[in-house]
């Protein structure tokens, strides 16, 4: 066995020297043909405006006495009424349980029909109570104008009222014919 050399080579070959790196590979050539243009145009990709900060705009500014500071005067949206929203969603819910429970106790009797009635009454006895919880909300609301869905509410407790007189007259029905 022989001893190891001085500076032994490694097996990828010599590594360069710190100032001597290789240069820069040639540019890539375009992938739409030589001298074709690249559909950006210029070869950047295309702008788009820039995005705004999300503030809404002042209406108002006001001076504020003594200093040389302004107040900006914002308009403030309305939130929404998130009881109004599922009085909404349950007055809904309340008709389709009604109509379901009319096909129900057509099929197969006045027992299930019956049951999936009382489920459409409990739905708008929620639609209601929800509407009524909503306008409560709204009304102290309306000087300041940060909460809205007053016609929301009104249509979730309009539709839960349908659907309770749309449940009733399938339970008449159902046992009438029973």
Known sequence: MQPPAANPVPPYGPSPSPGSYPARPAAYPSPYGPGA???????????????????PRPTAV?????????????EVRSAPNGPAAGSLVAGIASILVSTMSGLFAARFGAPSGGAFALLAA?????????????LRRIRPALAGAST???????AGQVCGLAGLALAALVVVVAFAFA
């Open 37 to 55: 243009p690249s559909p950006y145009g210029y070869g950047y990709p295309p702008s788009y405006p820039p995005r705004g900060t999300g503030l």
């Open 62 to 74: 006001a001076p504020v006495a003594g200093t040389p500071f302004a107040v900006a005067l914002v």
């Open 122 to 134: 409990l739905l708008c006895a929620a639609a209601v109570g929800l509407a009524r919880i909503g």
């Open 148 to 154: 809205g869905g007053r016609g929301v509410a009104i």
